[in-house]
Structure formats: C-alpha cells, structure tokens
C-alpha cells in the first residue's frame, strides 16, 4: 500500500508567490493586492491564467497567510483590497 509522504517545507507555487512579493517591496511597493500578484504572474506565463490555476494561487496565498509568513493588511472588499506583505518578524 503506498503512503504519499507529506511535505516539509512550502511548495513551489508559494516560493514563487513569495518572491513575487519580496521582488515588489524591493521595488518600494508597501504590499501588493492580488490583483497585482495575479498581474506579474500573467506576465511570466504568457499573459493569461486558467481559473483552476488562479484558484490555485489564492489557496497558495492564502496558506502562505495562515503559517504567517505573509502579513495581510487592511480591511478587504472591491474598493479597499487587502494588501499583502512579507512578514518577516515569523520568516524562517
């Protein structure tokens, strides 16, 4: 019987949404909106993204938010989206 192993560490899809945002606040950005995560990783796949892997993204995101790695800051909603930040008082 096999038992798929779990892994330790994040997965690649997170790394890669991590750096999108540290590559951002390199830039002088104070936190990215979705939006703008969605937009830079259009970009490097070749201008658009399947909603299964938009869907994707987001579960990355919103894991990468739950293990504190990644501060999210504001209130949310259409107008005021919620920014996203690393947190590097939990970085490992």
């Known amino acids: 019987m096999y038992i798929p192993r779990m892994s330790k560490g ?6 890669a949404l991590k750096q999108t945002i540290l590559e951002a606040e390199n830039y002088g950005a104070r936190g990215v909106t979705f939006a703008d995560i969605r937009r830079a990783t ?3 796949n070749g201008g658009s993204l399947r909603p299964t892997f938009e869907r994707s993204l987001k579960r990355a995101l919103k894991t990468l ?5 990644v501060a999210r800051i504001g209130v949310g909603g259409r107008w005021l989206p919620y920014r996203y930040a690393i947190n590097f008082m ?3």
Request: net charge positive; hydrophobic share 35%.
């Open 42 to 44: 259009a970009m490097k």
């Open 90 to 92: 939990r970085l490992r």
């Open 10 to 15: 994040l997965g690649t899809l997170q790394r």
């Open 65 to 69: 938010v739950d293990r504190g790695q």
